[in-house]
C-alpha cells in the first residue's frame, strides 16, 4: 500500500510537469506570433506614410510648373504684344526670337500716374535679343548715358519726375532700325519702340498730382 501511495504521488507530479510544460509552449507560441490585427495596422500605417510622401511631391512638382507657364510668353503672344506697343502682360526682359518678322513705327510717348515729384527707374533692354546696337540716354536734354549698348539684359536708370527723357539712336549693327524696350515698374507698363541712327524718341514723365 505505500508503495502504491509513493507511485500516484509520483505520477500527479508528472502530470503537472507536463501540464506546465505544454501551457509554457503554448505562451511562448503566442508571444513570438505576432497577431494579425497588429500586421494588417502596420502595413497601413506604411502605406498612408507613403502615400502622403508621394502626393507631397506629386503637390510641389504642380506649384513649380504652374509657375514656370504663368512667367513664360509665347512667341505668338508677345509679337501681338509688341505691335500693340504698350503692354502690361509682358515682363521686363522679354525677347522675341531672330525670326520675327514684322515692323513698328517710332514713338513719342506720355507716362503718366507717377505718384508724386520724385525719382522713378527706367528699364531698358532690346527685345530682339542681342544685336549690340547702341543709342544714347538723355533727361532734360542732359546726357546720362553716352553710349548704352543694347542686347537682351536688362539695364536700370534712375529719372526724375517731371522729366523727359530721350532715346537716341546711334548706331546699328544690323543695318535696320534700332529696336528697344522700356519699363517703368512704378507703372507696370512694357513700352516697344524703335529708333533710326541720328533720330530720338522722347518719353514725356508725368506725376499724379
Not at 509554457?24 to 497588429?38: I, R, T, V, W, Y
Request: proline residues 3%; glycine residues 8%.
Amino acid at each position: 500500500m505505500r508503495k502504491q501511495k509513493r507511485k500516484n504521488k509520483q505520477g500527479i507530479g508528472e502530470g503537472e510537469d507536463k501540464n506546465r510544460n505544454h501551457q509554457e509552449q503554448g505562451l511562448d507560441a503566442s508571444a513570438q506570433s505576432p497577431l494579425p490585427q497588429e500586421d494588417s495596422e502596420q502595413e497601413l500605417f506604411f502605406a498612408e506614410k507613403k502615400f502622403r510622401k508621394i502626393l507631397g511631391w506629386l503637390t510641389v512638382f504642380f506649384m513649380i510648373f504652374m509657375f514656370v507657364t504663368e512667367g513664360t510668353t509665347t512667341e505668338e503672344v508677345g509679337a501681338v504684344e509688341v505691335k500693340n506697343r504698350v503692354s502690361s502682360e509682358i515682363t521686363s526682359g522679354f525677347t522675341l526670337s531672330a525670326d520675327s518678322q514684322f515692323e513698328i513705327d517710332a514713338r513719342d510717348f506720355e507716362v503718366t500716374g507717377f505718384d508724386g515729384h520724385g525719382t522713378a527707374r527706367m528699364l531698358i533692354w532690346d527685345y530682339r535679343g542681342d544685336t549690340n546696337d547702341e543709342v544714347q540716354i538723355l533727361v532734360d536734354g542732359q546726357v546720362i548715358r553716352e553710349v548704352h549698348v543694347l542686347n537682351g539684359n536688362v539695364a536700370a536708370y534712375s529719372v526724375p519726375v517731371p522729366s523727359v527723357v530721350t532715346i537716341r539712336g546711334v548706331e546699328t549693327n544690323a543695318g535696320q532700325p534700332i529696336t528697344y524696350a522700356v519699363k517703368f515698374p512704378e507703372r507696370d507698363q512694357t513700352i516697344f519702340n524703335v529708333v533710326t541712327t541720328g533720330n530720338s524718341n522722347q518719353y514725356q514723365l508725368v506725376p499724379r498730382f
